[in-house]
Structure formats: C-alpha cells, structure tokens
C-alpha cells in the first residue's frame, strides 16, 4: 500500500507546478483517502451499529462508538483485506487521473 502512495508522491513531484501547490494537491488527497476509508467502514455496519452512532447524546459519543467498532474490526482479517481493497482501488483511480512523468517534463 505504501508503493501506491509513494508513486502518488513521485507523480505530483513531477508537476511543473509550485511546491506550494503540490503541497496542497498532496495533502488535500491524504484527507480524500482517509474520508475514503471512514466512510467504506461506515457502509459496513450493521443497522443496529449504526443506530447507536446515530443515537449518541454527544459528537464524542459518537465517534467513541465508531471508534470502538473500527478497533473491534481490526482484528478481522477479511476488514483488513476490505481496507487494503478500498485504499488500493482509490489510489489506482487518482494515480490514473494524474498526468504522466513525460507529459510534464516536455
């Protein structure tokens, strides 16, 4: 898993284009990913799961429930396979949409 990013990471380094940029454009697609991965966990509840994140008297609450349910999952190894999954789809995709080495060092 991380060769795709480091790959990501070579790609955007290549663009003609501030460090500035490349900063943000890097960083901005961390955050895509992590939202990526939170919300694929989300789809794998249970209803019941998920009605008692929804019920949470507080936003900590809520996301101590989650949270608890993630670490409970990370023990499985069929989670693990399901994670790696998603986070290598998506890293295929945005490594796809990046322009490649030689068009950016004409």
Same mark, same amino acid.
């Given at each position: 898993?991380?060769? $795709? ?6 790609? =955007? ?5 501030? @460090? &500035?940029?490349? /900063?943000?454009? +890097? #960083? ?16 794998? $509840? ?6 008692? =994140? ?5 936003? @900590? &609450?809520?996301? /101590?429930?989650? +949270? #608890? ?38």
């Amino acid at each position: 898993m991380d060769d $795709l990013l480091q790959q990501y990471r070579q790609r =955007i380094d290549a663009l003609a284009i501030s @460090e &500035e940029n490349k /900063k943000h454009i +890097f #960083d901005n697609f961390i955050s895509e990913i992590q939202f990526k991965l939170v919300n694929s966990f989300f789809d794998t $509840l249970t209803d019941k799961q998920k009605k008692d =994140i929804a019920e949470a008297s507080t936003d @900590e &609450e809520a996301m /101590k429930i989650y +949270f #608890d349910l993630m670490n409970q999952s990370i023990e499985i190894p069929e989670f693990l396979q399901f994670i790696e999954q998603i986070y290598t789809e998506a890293m295929t995709k945005a490594l796809s949409e990046l322009p490649s080495p030689t068009a950016t060092s004409q």
